[in-house]
């Protein structure tokens, strides 16, 4: 918390840092950068030492045996941020939840790391969008991309996002659209949205 207080909103990262390493530490400087930047413009000093306490002092460990919908807990091997034994413990109390562990230290999956690829194939299959479904003859890239257009995100963002050149989202977003026998955003979201039988 006094981390927070002391320099989070200071212009030298080195204090932000702290959390991007954890949170990101396989990241390249091109992401450190971007998390640094995310976090300054997330909050202030004060309110993140807030949320940081509050944080700390939650515990929902009680009510985790009342949960009564399908869960999948997905959790990075060497997460540092959440070590391993709490996404078992969330799987061994939920009734009836699946735990994925995926091959990666980061808190915040990266899309050019093997476990992105495996977190969105264990969503799918999870979630019944799997094999059958409009994305299923995709490549890994267009999932991706697919996945951003359906969050709403403008290619510009889904380049920064997957670090590529908006043409190349485009191009594509061009090839997904044909493989989908959509011919814009829109359709390609309702697409997914029907498979998933919530459109």
């Not at 997905?74 to 996404?87: F, I, M, N, Q, T």
């Not at 043409?167 to 061009?174: C, I």
Request: charged share 25%.
């Amino acid at each position: 918390m006094e981390v927070f207080r002391s320099g989070w909103d200071l212009p030298n990262p080195a204090f932000r840092e702290v959390f991007t390493k954890r949170f990101v530490p396989d990241g390249d400087s091109e992401k450190i950068l971007w998390f640094n930047e995310l976090c300054r413009r997330a909050t202030t000093p004060e309110t993140g030492a807030r949320l940081f306490h509050a944080r700390g002092e939650m515990d929902a460990s009680e009510y985790l045996g009342q949960v009564r919908c399908p869960t999948l807990v997905l959790h990075a091997k060497d997460d540092a941020v959440a070590p391993l034994s709490e996404g078992r413990l969330l799987a061994q109390a939920i009734p009836g939840a699946e735990l994925a562990v995926l091959p990666s230290a980061n808190h915040i999956l990266q899309p050019d790391e093997p476990a992105w690829s495996q977190f969105c194939e264990q969503v799918l299959a999870f979630t019944g969008a799997g094999a059958g479904a409009p994305e299923a003859d995709l490549t890994p890239h267009e999932r991706d991309i697919l996945a951003l257009i359906c969050a709403a995100k403008s290619n510009k963002d889904i380049a920064r996002d997957l670090g590529l050149s908006e043409k190349t989202v485009r191009n594509h977003a061009t090839g997904l659209f044909t493989k989908l026998g959509v011919s814009n955003r829109q359709e390609a979201i309702l697409a997914v949205q029907r498979a998933k039988g919530t459109g």
